[in-house]
């Protein structure tokens, strides 16, 4: 019989994947560089956190279906 761990990350997933991604902009030609910088502000602006009835609101619903 296969067993599988899973487990879930007590950090932020969001910041995880941004501490991830950092890397990955020295990877990033001149242009594309340019072009990173000018929307990252407004990409930053996009980053939410829940609130913790806004959490319990989606777990009751995802235990209800």
Known sequence: M???KTSTSTTNSLQNEMMQN?????E???ED???YD??????NSL???PG??????????????
């Not at 913790?52 to 279906?65: G, H, M, N, P, T």
């Open 22 to 26: 950092a890397g990955v902009t020295e």
């Open 47 to 49: 980053v939410r956190t």
């Open 52 to 65: 913790k009835d806004v959490i319990a609101r989606i777990l009751k619903y995802s235990k209800s279906v």
């Open 38 to 43: 000018s929307i990252q502000q407004n990409l």
């Open 28 to 30: 990033l030609g001149e």
């Open 33 to 35: 560089q340019l072009f």
């Open 2 to 4: 296969l067993m599988i």
